[in-house]
């Protein structure tokens, strides 16, 4: 099953991130960028201990004190197929003010990191659906809308890899209901 929007510029999937064949996978990390449950969990597992080692250094180097809300830094993907990893740090819903701009920039700005690296194909995790608590919907709105605007500057390919079939069937109603969908 798939759903592309936009003539193909991304591709809706239901899947596991971490098999994804692309240029980038995004992690929705927390702020150590240390690790932690969910899809930054199956991250950790699948790359090996390496990106472990390399987060240690990149929060020693660049975050010494975590990396914010919305920003993004990049690792190799070391035993993933993917050849990278851009962490960021979705907001937690019940503890963030402006919490729709903070996970518009997660998006915008790994769509922009991702596309700096020279990336064709990028991969996002639902950031902040799980344990973060953002409603789907409303997250699903702001994925379209910034991926719009952010297509129209870059030139990438992104795929939405939602982990359960349910969270890929509602983004798909919300797609073909805003008329975004092929
Ligand atoms: P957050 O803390 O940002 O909410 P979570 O990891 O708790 O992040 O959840 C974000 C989304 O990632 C959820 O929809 C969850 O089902 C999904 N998820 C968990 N594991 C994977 C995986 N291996 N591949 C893709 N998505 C995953």
Redesign the pocket.
Known sequence: MSLTLWAGRVDVVS????RLDVDAIVN?A?HSLMG????????YR?AGPALKRACRALRETHWPDGLPDGEVALTEGFELPARYVIHT??P?YAKTRDKSHLLANCYRNAVALAAETGCRRIAF??????????P?DDAAHIVIDTLHDALAIHDLRVTL????ER?YQAFAEIAMRRGVAD
């Open positions: 899947g596991d991130i971490t929705a927390n932690g449950g969910g899809v930054d969990g199956a991250i699948a740090v979705g937690v995790p639902a950031i902040s659906t799980g344990v973060y608590g953002y789907f890899c939602f982990f359960s969270d």
